[in-house]
């Protein structure tokens, strides 16, 4: 059975928020000296990218609704194939500047659309 397409929305917006407190009250310093969180964030992202590719797959049109979608993916298929490359500090920028903005977007869209 096809996921219907806030199950996902619901998915990228549990997985922000996981972020955002596994980094409370931390710096970039502390985000990378700290192994298990950077893991957890990582492992975070990639549900957030999987789960935008699958919401596209299954509405694309409520995909491009979520801001920089294709970034996203891009961001967890680097994470998944290009992780040797993947710095710390673009991770934690990417925490700091877009995660709150989609988190909010996907927010609002939940907001919007009801439960799944």
Known sequence: MQRDGRSFLWDIHDAACAIERFVAG?????????DLVRAAVERKFEIVGEALSQLFKTDPALAQRVPDYRKAISFRNLLIHGYASVEDDEVWKIVQTSLPVLRAAVAALMKELGSP
């Open 26 to 34: 931390m710096d970039s310093s502390a985000f990378a000296e700290n």
